[in-house]
């Protein structure tokens, strides 16, 4: 059977941490892998504070928030797509209790009109020390 898809790897967003293109995609839709706030080339993930063993000390979930935002419209656009073409998005948090608030105002200022469905979850954990990321369908 033949690949119809298309791998897609931004040069703008942070490098996966994983063997997995950015997106993928197929006929009409776009396809994002996990997105999360770290900013490319450095491990550097803005809003939060690591101890010398790695471990989270500290995190602020807006300046998370602002940040995974910006590499999924990175990806979207480098992928031939926009923010506005956003259909669906799967959030992921890590702290539902504490962070969902503030998610929630944030989303409502990216999306202040059409927004995408969407679904939050809490997780117990994501693979590096984030508190937020993303997992998005969108159009061309």
Request: proline letters at 7%.
């Amino acid at each position: 059977m033949e690949d119809v898809s298309q791998s897609i790897h931004s040069q703008k967003a942070p490098e996966p941490v994983g063997l997995y293109p950015h997106a993928r995609k197929v006929g009409d839709l776009l396809f994002l892998s996990g997105v999360g706030p770290r900013e490319r080339n450095t491990k550097k993930i803005p809003g939060v504070n690591l101890d010398e063993n790695g471990n989270i000390i500290s995190y602020n979930i807006e300046e998370q928030c602002h940040s995974v935002f910006k590499n999924v419209r990175m990806i979207l656009e480098d992928a031939g797509s926009s923010w506005e073409k956003l259909v669906d998005v799967t959030v992921f948090l890590t702290n539902m209790k504490d962070d969902f608030p503030i998610y929630n105002r944030l989303w409502a200022e990216y999306f202040g009109t059409n927004p995408p469905c969407r679904t939050t979850l809490e997780i117990n954990c994501l693979p590096t020390p984030i508190a937020i990321e993303l997992k998005c369908i969108a159009t061309l």
